[in-house]
């Protein structure tokens, strides 16, 4: 299971939209000391400071349980369902 879905108990429930896409190809960073960086590009979410920073801290976190590559890998469905339920996960 994706560990920032476990973050999803408290929203409503709502439909995904799938804005972001990822074509499988683009290498992930090799150096991400801001965490920010396994997302890729986060500009269509348009975080506020705080927000990106609670994002942050969140990826964070799923990097000493999940991994950079796993972070990676689901890099744009997190990105939607963050667009989709506007909560951070």
């Known amino acids: 299971m994706l560990t920032f879905l476990e973050r999803l108990n408290t929203c ?37 400071p705080a927000q990106q920073d609670e994002l942050r801290s969140a990826v964070r976190n799923d990097l000493s349980t999940a991994g950079a590559e796993e972070i990676w890998r689901t890099r744009a469905f997190r990105k939607n369902v963050i667009h989709s339920f506007g909560s951070i996960v």
Request: glycine share 6%; aromatic share 8%; charged share 25%.
């Open 12 to 48: 409503p429930k709502a439909t995904i939209s799938f804005l972001y896409h990822d074509n499988g190809k683009s290498p992930m960073p090799k150096e991400y000391s801001d965490p920010l960086t396994l997302l890729g590009d986060i500009k269509l979410l348009k975080l506020s």
